[in-house]
């Protein structure tokens, strides 16, 4: 089982930028994928962005590619979100996610974050 923890949401205007980050610990952090997808208020979970095991593939919802960037740190066992040009949006819940199957157009992971509130004020 891996535990995933998010942090670095948080309050920010329209145009800005945040970081998350979500550490992983438990089952060997380099041999799966992790991700991320997010929840808006009265909306269903979606997809936002998936790294492979390797860090050499991922893939991001239209929504939101030119402007976030995944990556994973192994020395730190880290996942990061950088996002740019923030929306009102991209307002939601962003949960961290690791394990599990994906493509180009979906990921379905086994475990999952608590979450992270993120909120962009136009």
């Known amino acids: 089982q891996v535990q995933l923890v998010e942090s670095g949401g948080g309050l920010v205007q329209a145009g800005g930028s945040l970081r998350l980050s979500c550490a992983a610990s438990?089952?060997?952090?380099?041999?799966?994928?992790m991700g991320w997808f997010r929840q808006a208020p009265g909306k269903e979970r979606e997809f936002v962005a998936v790294i492979s095991w390797s860090g050499g593939v991922t893939y991001y919802a239209d929504s939101v590619k030119g402007r976030f960037t995944i990556s994973r740190d192994y020395g730190k066992n880290t996942v990061y979100l950088q996002m740019n040009s923030l929306k009102p949006e991209d307002t939601a819940v962003y949960y961290c996610?690791?394990?599990?199957?994906?493509?180009?157009?979906?990921?379905?992971?086994?475990?999952w974050g608590q979450g992270t509130q993120v909120t962009v004020s136009s």
């Open positions: 996610a690791a394990g599990g199957p994906y493509n180009s157009e979906s990921y379905r992971p086994r475990s």
């Open positions: 438990g089952r060997t952090y380099s041999s799966y994928a």
